[in-house]
């Protein structure tokens, strides 16, 4: 069973996977929600403002603690990070932030944790989505690490 932070934020992450194995079931990926708030509507990791970029960062931090108290092995991610015109963003720049980002991010995975990066064809940005596709979800990937 999956849980997304953080709408299934708890005071006792250690009681949650508790509850959990005790109904037999196993905390799997934990989501992230970087899309929610109205500090991300222009993005979170890839947001033009260094302080959006860095409580994105915090919030997936926090998440990858989730995932080691709820003993689970999968950070999984989806970015709403795009623009909606042109000129509204540096499209390039906002690729190396993201990548700055998941690497202190990934740095922080326990051993044998994998983060999946998703990605979406159209979704949300009606200009450009920074991860538009499975290349470059699998770029990014690939410069974070195995």
Known sequence: MAIHIPWDRTE???ELRRYAEHKGLRIGAVNPNLFQEEA???GSVANS????RRKATEHLLEC???AKA???DAL???FADGTNYPGQAPI??????MQECLQEVYAQLAPGMRMLIEYKFYEPA????DLADWGMAFNMANKLGP
Do not use: E, K, M, P
């Open 12 to 14: 006792d992450y250690a």
């Open 40 to 42: 991300y509507r222009l």
């Open 49 to 52: 403002v260094a302080d959006v």
């Open 64 to 66: 990858v603690d989730i």
């Open 70 to 72: 709820v003993g689970s």
């Open 76 to 78: 999984s991610l989806w």
């Open 92 to 97: 390039r720049q906002r690729v190396n932030w």
């Open 126 to 129: 009606f200009y450009h989505t």
